[in-house]
């Protein structure tokens, strides 16, 4: 996949972030003393108006694990283009073996989304929109390939200064 030129970083200064938590795995690391268990947990963070991000966090206890990925989450903030509580157009996306397809939903239509993606949604402040995920159901790839459509997603303003068109052209052809 193309490195993505339109990622919009942002910092977490005056954001009221929302946290939440995608997913917990206890993962076993087997020595010659026995089993090691510690935990890896996944977490979206947002601020329901277009700002989302998303993070990893290892540790021995959950509550440390979970803690870890917030702050992970903070430092990878992005801006994505909502529309009226949902995406400007349809966008397919894949991160590892995870396919994703999301469109455009009418208001009222709600989050038609599985688990993780669902969680990305919230987060970013999007209340209407169709999405299916394919492939792998792992939750760390399934995140991650729904942040990458996101952010290559383009509002009308962002289409209409790269073709030198005004907005309203844009809409009429």
């Known amino acids: 996949m193309a490195e993505n030129t339109n990622i919009r970083k942002v910092k977490t200064t005056d954001l009221a972030l929302v946290d939440k938590l995608v997913a917990v795995e206890r993962v076993t690391k087997v020595t010659k003393g026995g089993r090691h268990f510690s935990f890896a947990a996944i977490v979206v963070v947002g601020n329901e108006n277009g700002i989302v991000g ?4 290892k540790a021995n206890e959950v509550s440390i694990a979970v ?7 903070k430092k990878n903030l992005v801006k ?42 919230e987060s970013v402040g999007i209340h209407d929109v169709l999405a299916k995920s394919k492939g792998s159901s792992n939750p760390h790839n399934l995140v991650k390939a729904t942040v990458n459509a996101l952010l290559e997603l383009r509002d009308a303003y962002t289409v209409a200064n790269l073709r030198g068109i005004s907005v309203s052209k844009v809409f009429n052809g």
Do not use: C, N
């Open 54 to 57: 998303y993070g990893l966090g």
């Open 67 to 73: 803690s870890k990925g917030i702050e992970d989450a």
């Open 80 to 121: 994505v283009p909502v529309h009226k509580g949902t995406i400007p157009h349809e966008q397919v996306a894949k991160f590892g073996g995870a396919r994703v397809y999301m469109r455009p939903a009418a208001p009222g239509t709600g989050v038609k989304a599985g688990g993780a993606m669902r969680a990305v949604f």
